[in-house]
């Protein structure tokens, strides 16, 4: 899991992680991720951390699994879109707070069944 700081920036402590990822060999791993983000305010870069990180994880020959509906969010532009869909789960506790938990169930439930689990 990963938030959108500022205008679609990477938090801090994930400065010196990245390049670490980027030596890790993640062929053949399953991977799923989420991002916490605030569509309101930051609109024209939701979850672009999130889409930031899958990205990496894809170039390190990860598979991504869990991706997540967009139409229940408003937003005008994101690095974790793809189509109709988010990279992974995304989590506004500003704008959408009383729809998180029943979005965590889902794709919790989601991910276990792509996994295999």
Known sequence: GIPTWNT???????????????????NGKKVAVFG?????GYGFNFLDAMGMLADELLMQG?????????????????KAK?????????IDEDGQQSM????????VSQVKEEFGL
């Open 8 to 26: 679609g920036e990477l938090q801090d402590d994930w400065d010196v992680f990245f390049p670490r990822l980027r030596e890790m060999d993640f």
């Open 100 to 107: 998180t938990p029943e979005r965590v169930a889902k794709w």
């Open 82 to 90: 793809i189509e109709d869909h988010l990279m992974g789960l995304g």
């Open 36 to 40: 916490l983000g605030d569509q309101n």
């Open 62 to 78: 990860a598979d991504v699994y869990g991706m997540w509906p967009n139409k229940t969010y408003e937003f005008n532009e994101s």
